[in-house]
């Protein structure tokens, strides 16, 4: 293919695209970024037990699309999610409310494209998930966002921003809400909250868009009720994950919602089904064994969470603030004022420390802009150690902060 | 949910949304649509050991999003593909040059999202996957048919289309060709003829987007190189799947391409990556089975195919006219005139006959008028003799054809 000159794509490329990619290289030694888990608690013997159980039984399905079980995916898996859901979220609804995605991000995507069009408004927790947040960015759309506190999305904010968006004529397309393990900042939003949320979504006519998929992920395994299983009128549309409860190389998400909304993203789910050896995996293992192995991986990712709060107190002392998530598996974390994330990230990649700088997962760049997330399921509690070492030392050479002199206090504590 | 009422998401939705789907209602009893496969070649046995040995080696790298692997996917598998590409259709490629996607569905879905704007001009073979018409047809992009023989796209036509646009100051931003097992008509383009449409290609600065799904499965096992193979300056995108071979709720597909191409193709695909232990048990399968298993497959496939053509012979008499292909799961008949096919689509399901419409695999909907496609891949060889009987029934009730006489004499000498 070297003889003849190199054919040239560019003049055929549309306006707007994306920057190309480029070329992977590898993760970072110390890497504290995605939503990666944790690779001691991913359940091999039981999947390989359950896989099995499953090929051996209804292997030959695979022959056909969807396993013959449509669209909405293998019925033993939405079976499952209709008892795991009425068990931990109160969520009352059958296999035919329940679509399974690959991932997620499909789930997103389809109800982007079954609501947005360029030009459109949507409400987001100002801190939230910047696959979210690029997503909208990419269709165009103008994402407004409602202020945090330690209990989540602001209400008064919330209240307040429908009102002004409602005094200029503009209807926002959903309110997007991670209400139970906010990501990044890992609050649960009150049942009084979401019980107002709801109100004002009945009020000013927008739907709520409740992403739960850190809610299986708390420490004390309490969660108040989803929002959509709250909403008397069907105005929420409820996705969630087994990417945080079992593995996320699986790509397996679903959708809960009203038929109005289910039937036109099926309209727009063109990719002849999810994986169905992931979602018949996931359903053999998940039906005996989900409620017992989601405890034990809280707890393993607790642990790590102590190693990772305990590791900045030492290495950082009180330059590094934050608030003790509820769960999950990230830790939003505030440097003094003068430390510029983005930067931060650039330099601590360099020395093999990978690092969420605070602005991409903000609207609020100026707010956000001391500020980093730390993922902590998947590096090892001595990786999580010397990481964040490695990042105070980078940190402080770059900004002078954290001082030398309060780590070597924090270590001679240690 | 019940007692406030429903919320309304209608005046929400963008225009130019698809039609809500319909609720699904399951299979036909026979069925000949969809490119399912033999359920009695799966290889479930293999499956099962391939899987159990991959997950306890590598079961742990489920924690990690991509295994690891980084974005284009299980390495193994793409060194797989990179041997299989080599031997089957003289590909020389690297692992670097391989994205693995959510089937081959997903390929189209990226290429289209990198090369393609509404009111573009895409040449295609007149007789056409439905999914990728489909495709084109939502984008808003002129899907141009070139016309066919019994090898394939025809290079006069094909220039033709191309001059014609050029003098209108119009260059088509892809060459669309399936030319190895061409759904649905089965013909391999031959090895001229790919000459000639690199040399197309190369004069009109237009690339080829040649998708080889079905290239497996070719009854004699000898196929021409792939155009990707003959192309000497990168104006060619490869897709393949693993549908055709293994199975088709497997969702994996894959890109070969230039990096140009990849890399933006790579900046589009944000769905953090496809299924892993779809990816990891092909791999672990495939390297020491898919040589032996492909001609197995093939066999039987071929068996089924004899068995169609003996009923649609014994049934439908000289009224069915027919190519044999040259591989594949899928027969592309004539019948006579009067018979439009859409409205026999509709009579026939209405009897448990679930049948290919010409019009919808076609930009010439009045040639198509009178023609079907039938997949015999996953019908039992029981099903197919009576899923025909029961179609020429509806058939001779709707449209007088076959006539009974012809059908009694052919089924006296069965």
């Known amino acids: 293919m070297s003889t003849a000159a190199r054919f040239d794509f560019a003049p055929l490329l549309p306006a707007g695209l994306p920057a190309p990619a480029a070329r992977w290289t590898g993760?970072?030694?110390?890497?504290?970024?995605?939503?990666?888990?944790?690779?001691?608690?991913?359940?091999?013997?039981?999947?390989?037990?359950?896989?099995?159980?499953?090929?051996?039984?209804?292997?030959?399905?695979?022959?056909?699309?969807?396993?013959?079980?449509?669209?909405?995916?293998?019925?033993?898996?939405?079976?499952?999610?209709t008892k795991k859901l009425k068990r931990d979220a109160a969520i009352d609804c059958s296999a035919d409310d329940i679509l399974i995605v690959s991932g997620s991000l499909q789930a997103l995507d389809l109800v982007n494209q079954t609501l947005l069009a360029r030009g459109d408004t949507v409400l987001i927790e100002q801190e939230t998930y910047q696959g979210s947040l690029n997503r909208l960015t990419r269709l165009g759309v103008n994402a407004v966002g409602i202020p945090l506190d330690d209990q989540g999305m602001r209400m008064d904010a919330l209240a307040a921003a429908l009102a002004d968006h409602k005094s200029r004529g503009i209807t926002p397309k959903y309110i997007y809400t991670i209400p139970t393990v906010q990501n990044p900042t890992g609050s649960i939003l009150p049942e009084t909250r979401r019980a107002e949320m709801l109100r004002l979504s009945q009020q000013y006519g927008v739907p709520i868009l409740e992403d739960d998929c850190y809610a299986d992920l708390i420490w004390n395994g309490q969660r108040p009720p989803?929002?959509?299983?709250?909403?008397?009128?069907?105005?929420?549309?409820?996705?969630?994950?087994?990417?945080?409860?079992?593995?996320?190389?699986?790509?397996?998400?679903?959708?809960?919602?009203?038929?109005?909304?289910?039937?036109?993203?099926?309209?727009?789910?063109?990719d002849a089904g999810s994986g169905a050896l992931e979602q018949m995996v996931l359903a053999e293992y998940c039906a005996p064994?989900?409620?017992?192995?989601?405890?034990?991986?809280?707890?393993?990712?607790?642990?790590?969470?102590?190693?990772?709060?305990?590791?900045?107190?030492?290495?950082?002392?009180?330059?590094?603030?934050?608030?003790?998530?509820a769960g999950g598996i990230f830790l939003w974390v505030k440097l003094p004022d003068?430390?510029?994330t983005l930067k931060l990230y650039?330099?601590?990649?360099?020395?093999?420390?990978?690092?969420?700088?605070?602005?991409?997962?903000?609207?609020?760049?100026?707010?956000?802009?001391?500020?980093?997330?730390?993922?902590?399921?998947?590096?090892?509690?001595?990786?999580?150690?010397e990481g964040v070492a490695a990042l105070a030392e980078v940190c402080r050479r770059e900004f002078g902060v954290p001082a030398r002199s309060a780590n070597v206090e924090k270590q001679a504590r240690a």
């Open 226 to 270: 989803a929002i959509y299983a709250m909403a008397r009128n069907n105005s929420v549309i409820h996705i969630g994950s087994f990417s945080k409860s079992i593995a996320p190389a699986l790509r397996v998400g679903f959708i809960v919602a009203p038929w109005e909304m289910m039937s036109r993203m099926l309209a727009l789910k063109t």
């Open 346 to 385: 650039q330099a601590a990649l360099a020395a093999g420390v990978a690092i969420n700088p605070g602005p991409e997962w903000s609207t609020n760049k100026a707010h956000a802009g001391s500020r980093l997330r730390l993922c902590f399921a998947s590096p090892s509690h001595q990786q999580i150690r």
């Open 338 to 340: 003068n430390v510029d």
């Open 27 to 81: 993760l970072a030694k110390y890497s504290f970024v995605g939503g990666n888990n944790d690779p001691d608690q991913v359940p091999v013997d039981g999947l390989v037990d359950a896989v099995t159980a499953v090929l051996r039984r209804e292997g030959r399905a695979l022959a056909t699309y969807n396993l013959a079980h449509g669209p909405q995916g293998y019925l033993p898996l939405r079976e499952f999610l």
């Open 289 to 325: 064994h989900f409620a017992t192995h989601v405890p034990k991986l809280t707890r393993g990712l607790r642990a790590k969470l102590d190693t990772l709060m305990e590791a900045l107190n030492e290495q950082f002392g009180t330059s590094a603030e934050f608030e003790v998530p």
